[in-house]
């Protein structure tokens, strides 16, 4: 069983940024996708963004123009780079990687806090 372990979360002023990272503990095909997920207090999970093995890309609306998703596909990693943070993207951040038919692999999430 592959696990997924996030890091780069924590707390930043409004307008700030953070670089969450997601490494898988064994090989991820570039046949599946790779996204963020995020949930926040009394809400549903929700995606960020997803990225394809060869490259592309989709982010939710709320997102798109401030966080930029990216995969290395060498490394069994994917990355989220978030710019011009606002109080409303705190949330618990997850990294996914859509497997289906099988079933998902899913990190166990990294807190982000945007908060002055």
């Known amino acids: 069983q592959v696990q997924l372990v996030e890091s780069g979360g924590g707390l930043v002023q409004p307008g700030g940024s953070l670089r969450l990272s997601c490494a898988a503990s064994?090989?991820?095909?570039?046949?599946?996708?790779m996204g963020w997920y995020r949930q926040a207090p009394g809400k549903q999970r929700e995606l960020v963004a997803v990225?394809?093995?060869?490259?592309?890309?989709n982010y939710a609306t709320s997102v798109k123009g401030r966080f930029t998703i990216s995969r290395d596909n060498a490394k069994n990693t994917v990355y989220l780079q978030m710019n011009s943070l606002k109080p409303e993207d705190t949330a618990v951040y997850y990294c996914?990687?859509?497997?289906?038919?099988?079933?998902?692999?899913w990190g166990q999430g990294t807190q982000v806090t945007v908060s002055s």
């Open positions: 990225i394809t093995g060869g490259g592309r890309t």
């Open positions: 996914n990687v859509d497997r289906a038919p099988l079933n998902d692999y």
């Open positions: 064994g090989r991820i095909s570039s046949i599946y996708n």
